[in-house]
């Protein structure tokens, strides 16, 4: 996967490092981290609070393929502690190369999951005793979750990861059929507006939902509005 810095975009710069920077002041935390893994477009949409040496470092060493805060937290759905990182080969090359920039092993990464398949990462970092570092996180966890999701959906949200993001390609029917459902249509009304069965409608809603991620039709129809493939009622 290659590396899309948000911090190097235009009009980005301050709006990322603004955030990260202000979670580090508030939480007291050394550096903070987010990737956007974009599984469609094979990429990793980051922005650090870590100096440069370092970002260039790790992007020239392509340790974003090896990385162990990256790729346990993306099979979670809980917060990972670093402690429980298995010390493999590849986390003693990375974390050996880290120490000799400054950084230590003992972080956090929060991991956000999205509806297309997409995952965000936030990661914390502080060099204090286990004991502090363990009243930290019990103190903090629940912003910081809080801060994740908010970052990731600003990512997500944002021209710099929609452009390449999976838009459901949906049928002209299944269109059709959300934007009647839209209207307050049941689905015999639809059937009977498009002469087809109201079994038929159901297939294409089915279908329509899988398509969204949505778990109803009330959310595969708001969904398909966001994306602006059909209108409110």
């Not at 839209?182 to 109201?198: E, P």
């Not at 509005?225 to 409110?232: D, R, S, T, V, Y």
Request: hydrophobic share 35%; with cysteine; net charge negative.
């Amino acid at each position: 996967m290659d590396i899309v810095d948000l911090g190097a975009l235009p009009k980005s710069e301050n709006h990322y490092s603004g955030f990260l920077n202000q979670v580090r002041e508030n939480f007291e935390l050394d550096n903070v981290a987010y990737a956007g893994i974009n599984p469609v477009s094979g990429t990793i949409h980051g922005h650090v609070t870590y100096d440069d040496a370092w970002k260039a470092h790790y992007t020239d060493q392509n340790y974003q393929l090896i990385d162990p805060t990256l790729h346990m937290p993306q099979r979670s759905i809980a917060p990972v502690d670093w402690s429980r990182l298995e010390r493999s080969d590849q986390f003693r090359q990375v974390f050996r190369d880290a120490h000799d920039f400054g950084i230590g092993d003992q972080g956090l990464t929060i991991p956000v999951r999205g509806p297309y398949g997409d995952v965000g990462l936030l990661s914390v970092t502080r060099e204090c005793s286990k004991a502090e570092w363990t009243k930290l996180v019990s103190h903090v966890i629940s912003d910081l979750q809080s801060m994740a999701v908010h970052i990731h959906d600003s990512v997500m949200s944002s021209d710099t990861l929609t452009q390449v993001l999976m838009h459901p390609a949906l049928s002209k029917r299944e269109i059709e059929i959300l934007q009647w459902t839209a209207a307050g249509k049941s689905q015999q009304d639809i059937g009977d507006i498009l002469s087809i069965s109201h079994r038929t409608v159901e297939v294409h809603l089915r279908s329509s939902r899988e398509k969204l991620y949505a778990l109803t039709t009330a959310q595969a129809v708001g969904r398909a509005i966001g994306l602006g493939l059909i209108f409110p009622g």
